[in-house]
């Protein structure tokens, strides 16, 4: 009998309140090694690779506006700006971009394990 494929290890970042610990959750549920990366308070370009080395690195984007309802963030949209900044290696270099504006959390799931080829119908 062959053995399962190995999943994927993956890499989540993005600004503040976009969903990056919700997705982790979600991944790891369906038998996913997952990261989530806080490198939008790291000066660091590449903080993303340096501990982890991750097969798939996914970048979630969510707006100033987003990130402030969500989580109600008492913060400035310089601060939000100086996070993306901070994220701009991580967006070059990732394996999946999505913006989560306008998602639910199942839907950035959802999303999230079609572009890792795996679907509802193949959960763990």
């Known amino acids: 009998m062959t053995p399962a ?4 290890k993956v890499a989540i970042v993005g600004p503040c309140a976009a969903g990056k610990s919700t ?3 979600g991944l790891r549920r369906h038998g996913f090694t997952v990261k989530e ?3 939008e308070h790291s000066f660091v370009p590449d903080l993303w690779r340096v501990f982890f080395r991750p097969d798939v690195l996914i970048y979630l984007d969510a707006s100033y506006t987003t ?3 969500r989580k109600n963030l008492d913060w400035l949209e310089r601060d939000h700006a100086e996070q993306v900044s901070r994220l701009a290696h991580a967006r070059q270099h990732c394996n999946l971009y999505l913006p989560t504006d306008d998602l639910t959390p199942e839907q950035v799931l959802q999303r999230a394990l079609e572009a890792l080829g795996r679907s509802r119908s193949s959960e763990v």
């Open 23 to 25: 997705l982790a959750a």
């Open 67 to 69: 990130g402030t309802r």
């Open 37 to 39: 990366v806080v490198q």
């Open 5 to 8: 494929p190995r999943l994927p």
